[in-house]
């Protein structure tokens, strides 16, 4: 619940029209109407000024509220896209918005014709998972080396250092979703 359903649930118990809160707070009608329609949130002025229009403490605004957020992130074709180029011949595009409040990092790879990645070694108790849905790939994890080919996975610890590698004439696209360290 946002601040202003709980300005708007104290004003209505009280039998208070918005512009007698308005009248009584100094905030203006419309800034009042912008806070309970979810449209604001005005500033701590605003709400001591609310909270003392409608003879209630301060905290009694803000008890039980949360910011409510999406628990789905939906990203499309027209969505602005995040590309990083690892060199010349290899970039990735994140596949998801907002990464930071993320538990995992969901990118497409293109690796060009006989490109290569640049070489990570991820934090301890990071993971990773590839799906290659265009073209051949190494894959080199560790001392060892996976011929990967489309509609092949595989799951690795990113903490060992690796890379991949596109040795043929045709250009390789992966999936890959790496789970960030909690800490």
Known sequence: ????????????????????????????????????????????????????????????????????????DVKTQNSSTDVYIHNDKSSYEILTNKVLSKKIMPILLQIEPEGKTNKEENLVGTEKFIYVIEGKVMAYIGQENYSLSKGNSLYFDASLEHYFENENKTVTRIICVSSPVTL
């Not at 949130?41 to 229009?53: F, V």
């Open 1 to 72: 619940m946002f601040i202003g359903k709980k300005i708007k649930e104290i004003r209505e118990t009280q039998g208070m029209s918005l512009s007698e809160l308005a009248e009584r707070s100094k905030v203006q009608i419309a800034t009042l109407s912008r806070l309970e329609n979810l449209k604001m949130t005005g500033s701590l002025e605003s709400h001591m000024n609310i909270a003392r229009a409608l003879g209630v403490d301060i905290t009694k605004l803000y008890a039980g509220i949360v910011k409510e957020e999406s628990r789905v």
